[in-house]
C-alpha cells in the first residue's frame, strides 16, 4: 500500500459517500419510512406544515369507537333540532293568536292554579283540624261523612247543586257526533265541572259516548237533539273554556249547530247512577 492511499484525505474521500467525494456538496436524504420511495423524503421536505397536517387528516382513518361516537352524536343533534322545532310551532303559534286569546289562556292557567292551591289549603286544613281536636275520633267521622257526600256527586249517586252554566246544542241537520260531545265534556271537567248531566244522563268517569245513528248514546243510553248540558262549576271558569278560538263551540258551529250558553247560580243536577258494587275489590283496612 501506498503512502498516498494512507494519507488522512484519501481515508476520509473512501468513507464518505460517492456524490460527496465527487464534489457535490451535499448528501443524499435518507427514506421517510422503510418502505418511503425514492425521492419521497425530497418531497416530504418541501410540503409546509399545513401541508402535512392536511395529509395526516385525510383520508380519514376512523375506528370504531370513533364511528360509534359520531352517531350518537349525530343522534343527539338530530334530537335537539326536532326538540327546538317543535317549542319553535308552539312559540309561532302563540305569537300568532291575538291579544284577547292569549289573556284567556293565561286567565285559565291561573283559575287552574288557584283551583289546586284551595284543593292544598282544603287539605292542610282538614289535617290541622284532626291534629288539633279534642275528639279526633268525631272529627275523622265528621269528615268521613263529608268525604263520602263529595264522593257521592262525583261517583253521581247523589244529587247535587250549585253556580254554573246550561248549554244547549240544537242540531238540525244532524251533523253533531259523539266525539264532538265527548270533547265538550272532557273541556268542562278541564275548566272544573264538578258535576255534569246530559239530556237526563249523568255524566261519570267511566262516562262513555257513541253514535247510534242520526242520535247520539251516553253509557248506553240513546238522546236526541237539541244535547241539554247542566254543568256545576265555576261560571267564569267554564264558559270561557268552551269559547276559546278553535274549541267547541266554534267547531260545532261549522257543522251547522247551534251553541247556546247560559250562566246560573243554581244549577240542579238530579239524574243519578246506581252504586255499582265491586265483585273483587274489597277494604284492606282492618
Partial sequence: MSNQEQTPENRLRKELPEEVAAGTGEA???PEGPEAPEGQGNRQAGLTGRQRLAQGLWPPRA???QLIV???LFGLGFGLAVQVASNSDSDSALRGARQEDLVRILDELDDRTQRLEDEKQGLEKQRDELENSSNQAEEARRQTVEKERQLGILAGTVAAQGPGITMTIDDTKGTVEADMLLDAIQELR????????VNGVRVVAGTYL?????????????INAPYRFKVIGKPQDLEPALNIPGGVVQTLEKEQ??????????IVVDAL????????ARSSSQ
Fill in 28 to 30: 443524499p436524504e435518507a
Fill in 63 to 65: 375506528t370504531r369507537a
Fill in 70 to 72: 359520531a352517531l350518537l
Fill in 190 to 197: 278541564a275548566a272544573g265541572a264538578e258535576a255534569i248531566q
Fill in 210 to 222: 257513541t253514535d247510534a245513528g242520526n242520535s247520539v248514546s251516553v253509557d248506553g243510553n240513546k
Fill in 257 to 266: 249547530a247551534t251553541v247556546t250558553i247560559e250562566r246560573s247560580d243554581k
Fill in 273 to 280: 247512577r246506581a252504586a255499582k258494587r265491586p265483585d273483587y
